[in-house]
């Protein structure tokens, strides 16, 4: 495509100088391109067509990923095992999908701030920045039997352990908009446990003293 983008380049030119002769004070970026029809014509007419059948296969894969993060974490791996998963060829696959679906998404101008957390997100990868989203949310939620059982056994230190191992997964594949979001909702349902965790304990601390004093009443 880059030859071809080289072959067409002086057709491209003329047609960039007759569309800012003809329409004077309209943007001129991004400029015509045969890359950027190609590119459009591959994400409307083929990537359009089997979005839904690699974006449930994406999500299928990142879950998959969690819960080996999940698995690793209850058997009490040593912190350097920890360290390796993070290095899977399942992460590999979910950080090339996720910049192939953003080259997709990108044009001349938008690409210099792909790097930053106020990047503009346009399609296909708003959708799937979106499906992220919903998937770490629902991963962090109640709904999760197993994760749940999980979680109201571990100790608070334990529980902040897991959620920066998924945390530095997930920051070698997504673009920093995305983790963005995603340190949000990890940081209130961080909250929302220690809330939790700090009445649980409380409750427990009021029993024991319940008990205590019941203890002197009857001797």
Known sequence: MIELDKVFAPVCKVLNNCYEAVFLGFPRFPKFSFVRVMTILWRDYVYAKIAPLLLSSFIELMKSVREAEI???KKNLPKELLEENLKSRNLQLLGRFVQAIADLSINELSIHYLGSTKVALQNPYLHLHSLILRETKYFSSHRRNHYRELKSSMDLE???ELLKIDRDAMKQQM???T???IEVLRQ???EKYLRGYVKSRLCQFVENCN???YS????
């Open 216 to 219: 002197l009443y009857i001797t």
């Open 188 to 190: 209130a349902y961080m």
């Open 158 to 160: 334990s529980f902040k």
């Open 211 to 213: 008990l205590i004093v």
């Open 179 to 181: 983790l963005k979001e």
């Open 71 to 73: 698995g690793a974490f």
């Open 175 to 177: 673009l920093p908009v």
